[in-house]
């Protein structure tokens, strides 16, 4: 049983099936396990301290990282195809375009999901989101943000993606925004964090980049850097 990876399940199928099973129920150590899974749903603001091997999804045999090239532009045109690099053969492979042609997008990983932000299509700025699954070789539309969004950052923490910032086509933007199952202007953190602060990135920031480390969103802008408790 320790050698599954429970917390991995989701919610609703731990609690409706593994924690009916009777054998779990009665089994001191199954049960402490069942309780883990359930701490690393229920509490996400401490899954850095919480994580242990069974809440890493296990990797192929001699897979390694991947990197993405998404979208872009050149001189006179605006891109919505796409290139994945293998770091072990030290190649570069054309995967599905965008359904959007997107430049100065933002684009985060969540889960085994690529998600591409906002950017701009060569007329105006964007507020789509669509996102790419690397199994099928495709990519499918998400929740629109509230507000559009180029030259933005975006990040990845906790399982939620995060827009900081950029360029709305009439000014540069402060504001930040979250996604748990769809947009939300944030002024604060969602009630599930300890720390109550994601405060607006001051001043506006045409060209911001964010990354989420140590329980943290940071971003990074001309000006300086924003970190986020």
């Known amino acids: 049983m320790k050698c599954v990876r429970l917390p991995l399940l989701s919610r609703d199928f731990l609690l409706g099936h593994v924690d009916a099973e009777s054998l779990v ?16 749903h229920l509490l996400p603001e401490q899954r850095g301290v ?14 390694g990282p991947v ?4 979208g ?21 492979h054309v995967v599905a375009s965008m359904s959007t042609r997107r430049a100065r997008v933002g684009v985060a990983a969540v889960g085994n999901r690529l998600y591409a932000v906002g950017g701009y299509d060569g007329t105006s700025d964007l507020a789509t989101v669509e996102s790419y699954d690397p199994v099928t070789n495709t990519w499918q539309p998400e929740v629109s943000m509230g ?20 360029y709305d086509g009439a000014s ?19 009630g599930s964090f300890r720390q109550p602060a994601i405060g607006p990135c001051p001043p506006g920031r045409p060209a911001s980049c964010s990354s989420g480390i140590l329980g943290s969103v940071s971003v990074t802008a001309q000006h300086g850097i924003l970190v986020v408790p």
Do not use: M
């Not at 089994?27 to 309780?35: F, M």
């Not at 990197?67 to 998404?70: E, G, N, P």
């Not at 507000?147 to 910032?165: E, I, K, P, Q």
């Open 67 to 70: 990197l993405f090239a998404v």
């Open 147 to 166: 507000t559009r969004r180029s030259c933005l950052g975006v990040a990845a923490l906790h399982g939620l993606l995060y827009a900081a910032g950029g």
């Open 172 to 190: 540069c933007l402060n504001s930040s925004s979250h996604q748990p199952r769809g947009w939300a202007h944030v002024d604060t953190c969602p």
């Open 50 to 63: 919480l994580g242990t091997s069974r809440t890493r999804p296990r990797r192929c045999e001699g897979a």
């Open 72 to 92: 872009g532009g050149s001189l006179f045109a605006i891109h919505g195809d796409c290139e994945a690099y293998d770091t072990r053969t030290d190649r570069w």
């Open 25 to 40: 129920r009665h089994h001191p150590d199954c049960k402490d396990l069942l309780i883990e899974a359930l701490k690393f």
